[in-house]
């Protein structure tokens, strides 16, 4: 079993997938301080100061000036900016990975269509010329006859 195991962690397409989860985590971080950090103050601005991430509601009928507050207070709450807050995440994350296979599509296809037009051509195996060929009927002929 441990040996199955260590098959199955040694398998390529596994490494590949560790890989691209490590790559993805570290991904999601910079988008979401991209986010965070310089989209939602621009939107913010734009807005007129609204910041997404104290848009809530609390459900137990409360008032509170913040998220922050609410939470501290224990308050249960509906947190529906954070919500669009991880909705732009994710439209931004789509949208690069969409723009990343495209690309990566373009790539290939452009180096099939360069496969297509120039293929290599194999050597031509060493055959016998016409008059080679000729010859040895005429050679044949001749051990007929004889």
Do not use: C, H
């Not at 570290?26 to 986010?35: D, G, L, P, W």
């Not at 994350?93 to 690309?103: D, E, H």
């Not at 293929?119 to 005429?138: G, K, T, V």
């Amino acid at each position: 079993m441990l040996k199955e195991f260590k098959d199955f962690i040694a398998r390529g397409n596994v490494m590949d997938m560790a890989v691209g989860i490590i790559i993805g985590a570290a991904f999601t971080a910079i988008v979401t301080s991209m986010v965070n950090d310089l989209i939602q103050p621009i939107i913010g601005l734009i807005l007129g100061g609204v910041d997404f991430t104290n848009y809530f509601v609390t459900l137990d009928g409360g008032d509170y000036a913040t998220l922050a507050a609410a939470e501290e207070a224990g308050a249960a709450t509906f947190n529906y900016g954070k919500f669009l807050t991880a909705l732009i995440n994710f439209l931004i994350i789509a949208f690069v990975v969409f723009m990343l296979v495209k690309l990566v599509n373009r790539v290939k296809e452009a180096a099939w269509r360069e496969a297509q037009e120039s293929p290599e051509e194999a050597p031509a195996p060493d055959r016998p010329s016409q008059e080679q060929l000729l010859a040895e009927i005429r050679d044949l002929l001749a051990g007929r006859a004889a």
